[in-house]
């Protein structure tokens, strides 16, 4: 129901946004298990994968920082990044600013992996977004950028 007691019209916008959610647990849910289909080509789960992936693009963090950029939980991010350890794709470093939460930075190899990742899933979305315009892709980002950001700042009781 709207503010005014009444249920919103149909094709409102809060209608459209449920349209939005309704679209993107399904494609998460297959882009998940498309990812653990071929992580057989460089071995990356789809976890350590997100966690090279955050490192690549914003260098050197700490897994508390990790978890939180990602919303998951720290022991969740430790996991992944003992197993990414285990491979030889990131290794700890001191940290300047704090003594006991390290640093995890990509190794030589773990870079070498997740670019292979990131250069193989953009061969796929070239092939998938080939019609879709500059315009669409932008609105699209906004509005999950949107729903994202308040998401978080909303009270769902």
Known sequence: MSETGRDPAPGAPTDRLGEVFDLV??????????????????????????VLNMLREHGPMTVPQMGRAQALSRQFVQRMINDA????????????AHKRSSLI????????????VIDRERAVLRRIGGDLTDAEITACLRVLSRLLRHLDDIDMD
Do not use: C, F, M
């Open 105 to 116: 930075r990509l190794t030589e190899e773990g870079r070498a992996a997740i670019d292979a």
């Open 85 to 96: 350890a285990a491979r030889h794709l990131v290794e700890s470093v001191p940290n300047p």
């Open 25 to 50: 647990g399904p494609l998460y849910r297959r882009a998940y298990r498309k990812v653990e289909q071929d992580a057989p080509i460089e071995g990356l789960p789809v976890g350590v994968r997100a």
